[in-house]
């Protein structure tokens, strides 16, 4: 997963990567964001989900420390990265930003 990972953040398309669990919450919240957000941007932009108890590593390499976790890439390098549950309209602005 970690080369392929590698080549999914090295991408010059941004990517908002969702470092989610199964067991929270706030994560299934953040999912039908994303849903939105996804319908929003098009194809600007990947979204890509990461369970941390499945990818404990990368989760790790990237500090993160609670779920969920949002951070974006482009060209390989981390532009923004955030915790909690956040809105539509901000992730989609934020996205928009990069593309």
């Known amino acids: 997963m970690s080369q392929k990972f590698q080549e999914i953040i090295n991408s010059e398309r ?20 994303l849903n939105t957000v996804k319908e929003n941007i098009g194809e600007g932009a990947r979204i890509i989900k990461i369970d941390v108890d499945q990818y404990p590593a990368i989760a790790s390499q990237y500090g993160v420390r609670g779920v969920p976790t949002l951070v974006i890439f482009k060209n390989g390098e981390l ?19 990069y593309i």
């Open 79 to 97: 532009l923004w990265k955030e915790s909690g549950v956040h809105d539509v309209n901000t992730l989609t602005t934020l996205l928009q930003q």
């Open 14 to 33: 941004p990517v908002l990567i969702d470092f989610f669990a199964t067991w929270c919450q706030p994560c299934k919240v953040q999912s039908s964001v």
